[in-house]
Structure formats: structure tokens, C-alpha cells
């Protein structure tokens, strides 16, 4: 099929977004060379602005000065002084802490006196009064411009960018307004358009409200253009510009409530998955974005513009990124992970917080006086207990999240089993449907249908009847060839879009394809959940593991039916051409062939099913590629951090008259020396991957050698080198003699140490027992090398100590071992090396593991399968 041009109006809107892109860097590199020019000025102590109106913007530093807010400044020390920048010079003339009289006229037409100590303005000031609005308002709208470009034409990708820009361009130029008239032109306007762009924005965010009645934004957008107008002319009349203000806050207040009301309206009503995940996502942004500036600013309305605003800036940008992501995405079980882990991360970082500011409170409270919270110790004993508990924490709060959010009702593991036992027993494909649909009502409760899919491409119902053809649109059928499950979620937005077939049938909620050997071949059709609630990442998870077992059951079933119809075929053509005998037997003769061929595919698809049986062997295996694998990533990963940070540190010195060409090479050394390391161990990785292909085979000649044990520990060591690092344990050698050298593979007693060194690491985290020794010994005893691994952490409890070599055994939690470790090592040491584990062990005094390795090898043994 031929693809589409992109259409014009999508062109000229990316084409726009580039364009305000630009505008949007000019305007912020304007922007802040003028405010870094305040640094290390002398200034009154509050700000003015061009019309030497005193703007609500403060730090408690600098004293109360919020009587002076929303004031017109008329003279200074006795000296009228007619615009901003006469004040600053004014007041610049004399060095800080000097105390200056002003005259300040009310918006009341009242008049004011105050005496305010000049100050330097430091960089502090500047990050907290300049900078946070000016980055703010650059994420802002350039939040809005990116979504612009990404998704550009949707309705409410127009709000937002209104919503974004308008919003960024009065913080942008709010950071500027001190010396430029136009710059405060551009502020005023900015700030009279932000109500009507966040009621634009309620009316098509989560669903679009205003389907064919786009007219309705000339009614919400002209009177605040008119009212914008008005708003810049007012800048001279310091009292009809105060009013201007006050109003347009109090706009803004309004406008974001209807937009809250109209989020949570879908919360509490009946509304599409879809709206409800984005209102959840947006609920995240708004919490940590909106919640600090909305109250600033509902009190600087109530109370007259007294309350300073600024300190609103810092959680600004949580806000338009929930937006843009709830605006750009449309898969429901991606923005479900996004919540899980959002909502865990903020739940944890609460949790920390109440516990370190309850510790605080009630020492305070059954100490008063004592100063023991001052000390820095009590600071590292406090801090170190929550970095402690950081972890368990985690782990709670993300178990009880998915028990709250997923409520799994079945059990998928056991339903599976159940529908592998009667897969494995259906001989037809009416009774493999039966049976999917019968898991499926017993689990999700919706009604299944299985399609499969013809010659022509199109896809008929299992066992039903040829008319009732599905087609599907080729954007769909390439989402599904990709293997995508697909749901109606995401056409669920309110933007009106025409549901592609079968999601305009209400019975079909969700498309699951059935692949076999990379191909489409079918679809499963599954209908609304009993349940009322919409699938989840749990619910796909399930579905897509019965893809796979549902697509093995219809082969063989196709192929029995394929067998019953070659053998009805073959009674009717012996029957018909008895007297045709030649003819008869070439038929016959091809029809044995075809049943062959039949019976082959049959017995091929019913050992699949039977082998489904032993998916655990299976599962050990990979959990023992990915146990081993898993340290040479850890260590190409450091590397390339370690590149990272001498990459940053190399540019950081260009162009520094301090740094010789010597260090230069220092740091290009360490920069090769460091990328060499993550190859090589990138390299190790592969050849792993590659030493899997070998298993259950002999090594090819010359795979064995002599090598020196020293070499292993020095690989060993570069290994671990990272988690030793951060475990504070040290890695010791001794020898005795000198040179200790066995036979074998150096790759097999690598992969023994790294093991058994691991193992050292995690007992002494387990034990907490501080900065911990381990000691690698290699002693030749005669024909025999012994290379013992000692630790001196916790020791090995006396009832577990039999059951350490058993697969799949391990007493650590879950998500630190597999419980394969210890049975790898053993397999190498007696099938790669031809000798024998020992282990010498007790509570409270360390563990010792001992593998004796004969000095000379008699023949090579196969490689052996664990380590495969």
C-alpha cells in the first residue's frame, strides 16, 4: 500500500513549531543576559517595574515589603524619579545598607512612606528570584512547542501549546520586567490570555468537549484579548494596572478550577479508560506543579497582591510535563506502568520525608533545649538509617500498589496450566475454542472470539462462516503483524475518530495476535471484562501467554482436520475409480504422500504441547544466562560511567588556560583506558553467549590450556571491582609456591571465582558487618591444586549448609538470587576441571569454600551444562 504525504496543515503546523522554537531561544538568551546583569548590583530591596509599579515578588531576606506591593513609587529621598530605571540609579549611587526614604502612591490614591536599606543583589537572590522564573518559563513553553511538533493537528495538543506558551512567556519575561517596556507589554499580555487558554484547555483535555462548535473559542478567547488590550494600556496608571492584575489572578484561579472540576469529573463518572488514566497522570503533575503557585496566587488576589508569588516557580514544570505526556500517549498499560512508578517514587519520597521531619519533632518535643539534633553525627545517624530503610520501604509500597491497582482476581499461572491440558487433548478447532473461551469466562469474564486468517488476508471466526470476513485497515494490521496487542482505549478521547473494525462492535474490547513462526495467523477478540474495569498490564500479560499456548493448539488441530479430510477424500476417489485402477493408484499414491506429510506436522505440534510441561527446565537454564551475565554488564556500565564523567571533565577543560597538555593526556588515558575495559568485558559477555551453543558437546582441541591462577584473580578482581568498591570489602591473594598453575579453561574458573566472591560480598551486606576480608588462596598439594575462597562474615546456618549446591535453592530475598550460583559452581568445578566442592562452614565465624582442581588433566571433559 502506498503511504500517505504528510497533509499541509500538519507541515505548516511542525513548520510553526520550529519557527516559535527559535523565538523561543532568542527571547530566552535576551532575557537572561539581562537578569544576570543584576548580580552584584545595588538595589533598593524590592523590585520595580517600568512603571515603577512594586511587583509581589520577595525573599524574606530582604525584610517586609509587602505593604509596598502593587504600589507606584513617586519619589526617592525627597527626589521624584519618573521611571524604573532612575530608581535603580538613584539608589546605586550609594553603597548597600544604606537607608533610603520612598514615597510610594497606593492603588487607593493613598500615599506611603517607607525607609528600606539598600542591598547587593547576590546569586542567591538571582536563583531565587530570577533564574527559577526564567528556566521554568523556557520548560514551559517549550514543553508546549515539542508537543506541538510531535503530535501536531489534535485539539488538545492546540490547547496546551496556548496553555504552555502563555503560562511560559509570563514567567519567561517576568524575569526581565525590570528594564525593558516591551518586555512588561509581553508580560501583561501573557498574563490576561492565561485564563482563556486553561478554559480552552479544560474543554478538550482528557476528551474533546467541543466537536464541530470550535467556534465556542472565539467567544472564550475574545473578551480576554480585549481585556489584554486594555491590560497594556493600563501600564502608565499604576491604579487601573494594580486592578488589571488582581483580575487577571483572579482569572487564573478560576480558569484552573474549571479545569480541575473538569478532570475530576471523569474520576467520579463513567468515562473511558483512557480519560481516566490521563486525569491521573495530569493529578500527579498537578499535585507537584500547580498546587504551591495556585495558593500563592489565590492569596495574592484575596489579600490585594500582599502575598509575593515567586517562590510558585519551583514546581511550575511538573505540571506541563503530565500534560504533554497524558496529551501524547494513548496506551493505556504504558500510562499504568508510568502511574505505578510515579505514585511509588512520590509515596516513597513522602514516606522519607515524614520520617525524618517526625524524628526531628519528637526529639524536639520529649528534648526540649538539647541541641543533640545540631550535631553532624546525629545528622550521618539519621541520614543513614533512612538510606537503610529506603529499600524494604520501596519494595512495601510497590507490592501493596500493585495489589490495589492490578486486584487480580484469578491466578494466571494456574489457569494456564489448566488450559495447557486441555489444549493438549483438542482435536478440533471447535474444541480448542471452547476451551479458550471457557478459561477466558472462568478468569476475565469476556466473551472470546477466535479469528483466523484466510488466503486473501482477511480474518474469519474459527469454525464459523466464510461471509462474516473481517478487513482491516493496514495501519491496525501492521500493529498487530508486530505482535501489539491492541485496544479500544486509545479511540476512546473524545476526539470523535471512527473506531477501525472490529472495535466498532461493542462486544470486542481488545485484539490480541497469534503468531506463529513470525506470521500473523490469527486473532484473539476478547469483549469487556465482567468486571466493569478495563485490562491491565497484568490482564495482557496473561492473554499474550495464552496467545502462545492457542496458537500451538490450532496447529494440531488444523492439521487433524487437514488428516480427517485427506482420509474422507481418499475412501470417496477409491469408491469412484475402481475401474480406473492407473488413474486411481497415482491419486492414491499422492494422497499417501500428503497424509505423510499431514502426520508429521501432527506429531511435530504434539510434541510441542507436551513439552510445555517442562518449561521449568527450560526457565532454569535462561536464569542461569542471565545469572552470569548479568557482571559483565555491571562492569561495562561502570566503565562507560567512568567515560561519561572524564568525557564531562574533558570538556569542562577546553579552553582552560589551567589545564597543560599533560593532563589533557592524563585524561585522554584514563578516557581509552576505561573504554578498552568495557570492550573487553563486552566482549567476555558475547563470548559467554557464544560458550551456550557448546552445551552438551565436546570442546573443540586446544579449548584447554595451562594457566596461571594469579591471571583468573586479577580478571576477577577488574570484575568485581565495582561492588567491592561499594561494599568497602577488600580482595586478598596468597600463593603458595609462587606461579600455582592448573589445566583447564581460564573462562570456567573465572566464572567459579566471580561466583564465589560474590557470594563473600552479599554475606557481609547481609551481616552489616562493616568493611569485610576476602581471601583467595591457591596452594598445590602434590598432583592436587587447591584455590580456597574465606570470608569472615556471618557463616552458613547448619541446616541449610546440605542444601547450598541444589538448583534453584537461595536464602536471600527476592530479586537478589537465584538460587543457581553455588549450583554452577559446583558443575564447573567437577565437570570443567575434573575436581571436587568443599565447604567448611558455621554461624558467627565465616564460610570457607575449598574446589580442588587436579595440577594436570588426564583427558577434557564436555563442557558442562550448568554453565552453558
Known sequence: MRREGTPLAVRLQRTAAAFGGVLLLALFGAVAFESVGWVGKTFPGFFVLENRVVPSVSLRSWGDVSLLFQSQVVAVDGRAVGSAAALYDAVAQSPPRTSHTYLLRTARDESITAHIESRSFS?????????????????FAAIGLFVLWLRPGAASTNALVAACCTTGLFALTSAGLG?????????????????PAYVHLAFVFPTDRMRGRRWYLAAIYLPFALFALWFAHAIGDASAFTDAHLLAAGFQGVAVLFLFAGSARHLVGRSSALARRRVGVVALGTVTGLVLPGMLNACSAALGGRVP??????????????????????????????????????????????LYFGVFFAFGFFFPGRALSDSPLFDAVLDLGLLLAMVPTHTWIRGGLDRLYYRRLYDAESTLRRLG???????AVDEVVRATQLSLRDTLGGKATILLRDRDGDFIPAGGLASRRLELRFGLMRRLASGEIVARYEWEDGSGRALPAPGSDRDVEILV????????VGLLSIGPKKSGHAYNAHDVSFLQSMATQLVMALSAALAVQQLADLNAGLEEQVKARTLAFEQTNRELQDSLRRLHDAYQVLERNQAGLLRADRLATLGRLTA???????TPLAAVMNSLKVVIELGAEYSDSVGDAAVTPDDHREIAFELLANARAADVWARRAA???????????ELRDGAYERFPVAMVIDEVRELLAHRLELSGCALEYVEEPEGVEVEGEPGRL???????????????????????????AAERRGDKVEVRVRDWAGGIPKDVLPRIFEDLFTTKAPGRGTGLGLWIVRNLVENAFDGKMLVDSAPGRGSCFTAVLPARRSEKPAAPAAAA
Open 513 to 520: 495476535p497469534l503468531h506463529r513462526a513470525e506470521r500473523l
Open 309 to 354: 508569588i515567586n517562590a510558585g516557580m519551583f514546581t511550575a514544570f511538573f505540571f506541563p510535563l503530565s500534560l504533554a505526556y497524558a496529551a501524547v500517549i494513548r496506551d493505556v498499560f504504558r500510562i499504568d506502568q508510568m502511574l505505578l512508578r510515579a505514585i511509588g517514587w512520590g509515596a516513597l519520597a513522602t514516606t522519607a520525608a515524614g
Open 179 to 195: 528594564s525593558s517596556v516591551w518586555l512588561l507589554r509581553l508580560h501583561v499580555a501573557a498574563e490576561a490570555l492565561m485564563a
Open 421 to 427: 491440558k486441555l489444549l493438549a487433548s483438542a482435536r
Open 123 to 139: 546569586r542567591t537572590d538571582y536563583v531565587l528570584t530570577l533564574a527559577a522564573p526564567l528556566l521554568n518559563g523556557f520548560f
Open 750 to 776: 573465572s566464572q567459579v571465582l566471580v561466583n564465589l566472591v560474590a557470594n563473600a560480598i552479599d554475606a557481609y551486606e547481609d551481616s552489616r558487618s562493616g568493611k569485610g576480608m576476602i581471601r583467595v
Open 624 to 630: 542461569g544466562l542471565a545469572h552470569e551475565i548479568n
Open 687 to 697: 563470548a559467554f553467549l557464544s560458550r551456550t551453543k557448546t552445551h552438551g558437546r
